[in-house]
């Protein structure tokens, strides 16, 4: 397997960007789990279970539909970005999963945990 070797500095910056994205996604997620498990979902059943409330009802699950998207696309972001850390630690990292060529360092500066160079994105796609 091919290792690519970052300045010092590119390292740094990248896993900077990588750790503050996974703190902002950790905070998110714990929003969205207290939305759709906790004491929001409570609250948003109590004041919706009447019969005579169908149209809330129907917005209700509208809402927590939205909601349960967002904490599966935040959860799936949130593993990319772990597995990006993971791989900037074994010299994996910057490497397109495709090609195997370098991903430019300002896609990563852009996208941290991308996995893929910008012609195999493009390709992907398109598909």
């Known amino acids: 397997m091919k290792l690519r070797v970052l300045d010092g500095i590119d390292a740094r910056e990248l896993r900077e960007l990588l750790l503050e994205r996974s703190g902002v996604l950790e905070v998110d997620l714990a929003g969205l789990e207290n939305e759709t498990t906790g004491e929001g979902a409570e609250r948003a059943g109590a004041q919706s279970s009447a019969p005579e409330n169908l149209a809330e009802l129907a917005s209700d699950d509208s809402v927590k539909a939205v909601l349960f998207g967002q904490l599966e696309s ?54």
């Open 74 to 127: 935040q959860s799936d972001e949130l593993k990319e970005v772990r597995d990006a850390l993971e791989r900037l630690d074994q010299g994996a990292f910057g490497l397109c999963d495709d090609c195997n060529e370098e991903i430019p360092i300002e896609r990563l500066r852009a996208i941290p945990y991308a996995r893929l160079c910008r012609a195999c994105k493009s390709a992907e796609e398109k598909g």
